[in-house]
């Protein structure tokens, strides 16, 4: 099973398909309300395919898709035609996005910064490529989406409990003095419950931590206390430094899926000493 940050996600080649996936991409995005496809196919429908409010201010935005199953990319005309439609779009947007099965192109984009600055436009034109789809598709927060089009690629993580994980070293110091060295991985079990196996169920959606240098594991839950790693760090102080460390992280998810492989957590021997007298 490939890693799902990495794989290359097939690009959608029915046109009906893919405005389906832009609106429910911005569905899934709480910072728009009212996301709806605009009338049906065969209706004039002014240059927008899927329409929506930006909550906040109250704007209206228009989504244009264009699915290309033989990948010839956008031409000027293309994209000038649309804008021309959208200006008659009731009520007026503020930025006409178009969406294209298209791989990010230089030429393309060119033309939409002319489109831009050359045109005397009551709204800004951006161009999302495949590119930047997928990109979208294997953010955390957009599973769900890519779940729904693209099944397959999680079919045996979610049932069979796959777990994604991340191999790094961390250093721990006293003052910012490295003392001790650890090889671990941090990684993290699918919440999907699988009925036929009903005991193992109770590690799914859990965390867990090997120790590589020590040989050691164990499983933990959010948020993570000194004492839920008892046996993957026996050492005390090490534990806490571990655990510290931890706890800073913006979350475990982002932490596995970011490029970053040497770490290091320190602290001050007024921290230390206060530590041993509390324990």
């Known amino acids: 099973m490939n890693d799902l940050r990495t794989i290359s996600i097939p690009k959608i080649t029915d046109g009906e398909k893919f405005e389906y996936l832009c609106r429910d991409i911005y569905r899934n995005d709480v910072t728009y309300e009212l996301v709806e496809l605009n009338g049906r196919r065969g209706q004039t429908q002014q240059g927008v395919d899927v329409f929506a409010r930006?909550?906040?201010s109250g704007d209206w935005i228009g989504i244009q898709c264009k699915c290309r199953a033989t990948g010839k990319q956008l031409t000027k005309a293309d994209i000038q035609t649309e804008v021309s439609k959208a200006e008659g779009f009731n009520p007026a947007i503020t930025t006409l996005f178009i969406y294209t099965t298209c791989d990010r192109d230089v030429k393309v984009q060119e033309i939409v910064r002319d489109i831009n600055t050359s045109n005397n436009l009551n709204f800004i034109v951006e161009v999302k490529f495949w590119n930047d789809?997928?990109?979208?598709?294997?953010?955390?927060k957009n599973y769900n989406v890519y779940y729904r089009y693209y099944s397959k690629y999680f079919a045996d993580n979610l049932t069979l409990g796959h777990a994604v994980s991340k191999l790094f070293?961390?250093?721990?110091?006293?003052?910012?003095?490295?003392?001790?060295?650890?090889?671990?991985?941090?990684g993290k079990i699918p919440d999907y419950k699988n009925q036929l196996h009903k005991n193992v169920n109770y590690y799914r959606g859990t965390y867990f931590f090997v120790n590589l240098t020590q040989n050691r594991f164990e499983t933990f839950t959010v948020p993570c206390h000194d004492m839920d790693l008892i046996e993957v760090f026996p050492n005390q102080i090490d534990r806490h430094r571990v655990c510290n460390w931890l706890r800073g992280q913006e979350s475990i998810e982002?932490?596995?899926s970011s490029e970053s492989n040497n770490h290091r957590y320190s602290l001050s021997s007024e921290q230390r000493l206060a530590f041993m007298q509390e324990e």
């Open 133 to 140: 789809i997928e990109e979208t598709l294997k953010d955390e």
């Open 54 to 56: 930006i909550k906040a």
């Open 169 to 186: 070293n961390l250093d721990l110091c006293f003052d910012d003095e490295i003392d001790t060295h650890y090889e671990l991985m941090l």
């Open 254 to 256: 982002k932490f596995i």
